[in-house]
T-cell receptor
Framework: KQEVTQIPAALSVPEGENLVLNCSFT??????LQWFRQDPGKGLTSLLL?????REQTSGRLNASLDKSSGRSTLYIAASQPGDSATYLC???????????FGKGTSLLVTP | NAGVTQTPKFQVLKTGQSMTLQCAQD?????MYWYRQDPGMGLRLIYY???????DKGEVPNGYNVSRLNKREFSLRLESAAPSQTSVYFC???????????FGPGTRLLVL
């Protein structure tokens, strides 16, 4: 079974800092990898999707990279803002199924 | 364009009661999913529907049934609720298996 791990579990940074969230997975045979954001008591908002053939995707201040051979993805957030405070979830889809296998998330707090 | 909608938002049940969680999407997506989110366990797939007329089990299907009523709607039924089914339930949809999954706002279920 594909295991997805996110480190750190929690992170607190001052506003304006650039930061990196990490995601690792045990089986390199993936279909795609998605990064989500979840605000307290809310649903998940998709941030970026990286297909297995891609190395990175960018959206605004967000950049996600994928290294299948090492089983790792990173989410880079530039010039962090208090509004970026949320839990960030990494999810991997394997070729054999429809399910997304989720990590447990990194809880990010950006302080003014 | 409402995206993915779920009803109800919150429900309290007694052990043994039954209920149906409703989900609808207005994005003309082919695939729909039901996940549950529990503290310390992350999100896990209960059932999915790859396309209208098909349903398949996910990682944790026991105690649940689903119906893909039409292309827009995918319901989740608890026939005899148990305290272990206390959770937050999310519905999601995607145009195709390999594409971004979009999530609803969730249903918080408490089984006493």
């Amino acid at each position: 079974k594909q295991e997805v791990t996110q480190i750190p579990a929690a992170l607190s940074v001052p506003e304006g800092e650039n930061l990196v969230l990490n995601c690792s997975f045990t089986d390199s045979a993936i279909y795609n990898l998605q990064w989500f954001r979840q605000d307290p008591g809310k649903g998940l908002t998709s941030l970026l999707l990286i297909q297995s053939s891609q190395r990175e995707q960018t959206s605004g201040r967000l950049n996600a990279s994928l290294d299948k051979s090492s089983g790792r993805s990173t989410l880079y957030i530039a010039a962090s803002q208090p509004g970026d405070s949320a839990t960030y979830l990494c999810a991997v889809q394997t070729p054999s199924g429809y399910a997304l296998n989720f990590g447990k998330g990194t809880s990010l707090l950006v302080t003014p | 364009n409402a995206g993915v909608t779920q009803t109800p938002k919150f429900q309290v049940l007694k052990t043994g009661q039954s209920m149906t969680l409703q989900c609808a999407q207005d994005m003309n997506h082919n695939s729909m999913y039901w996940y549950r989110q529990d503290p310390g366990m992350g999100l896990r797939l209960i059932y999915y529907s790859a396309s209208e007329g098909t349903t398949d089990k996910g990682e944790v299907p026991n105690g649940y049934n689903v119906s893909r009523l039409n292309k827009r709607e995918f319901s989740l039924r608890l026939e005899s609720a148990a305290p272990s089914q206390t959770s937050v339930y999310f519905c999601a949809s995607s145009r195709q298996r390999s594409e971004t999954q979009y999530f609803g706002p969730g249903t918080r279920l408490l089984v006493l």
